[in-house]
């Protein structure tokens, strides 16, 4: 059982805790990838939270993965939940470009 407190920490478009984020660290860079056919967490659910983001004005970038052509075999593997895409090949592709952002 979670308290309500904790059920609102991790309801992922409760607006008043993005709001108390985004003025908490207006600073951070959030940046994912979605399958649209990824059956077990919709893909409406994360492109309302990336809406959520920009209205907030945070640098936020949703990349969805719409078909087959988006497989590259390196980072994206698949189309189900995960792309069974690694943290490793994740940070080696993004990390650079968050680290330029921040840099100053």
Not at 80 to 104: Q, V, Y
Request: glycine share 2%.
């Amino acid at each position: 059982y979670f308290k309500d407190e904790n059920y609102i920490m991790r309801a992922i478009l409760n607006s008043s805790h993005l709001i108390l984020g985004a003025n908490v660290n207006p600073n951070i860079i959030y940046v994912s990838y979605h399958s649209i056919k990824d059956l077990a967490t919709p893909a409406k659910d994360k492109i309302e939270l990336y809406k959520c983001f920009k209205q907030l004005n945070l640098d936020a970038t949703l990349h969805l993965i719409q078909d087959e052509k988006d497989i590259d075999g390196k980072m994206i593997k698949s189309l189900e939940h995960g792309m069974r895409m690694t943290d490793k090949a994740l940070f080696r592709k993004e990390l650079p470009l968050m680290l330029e952002k921040l840099k100053d």
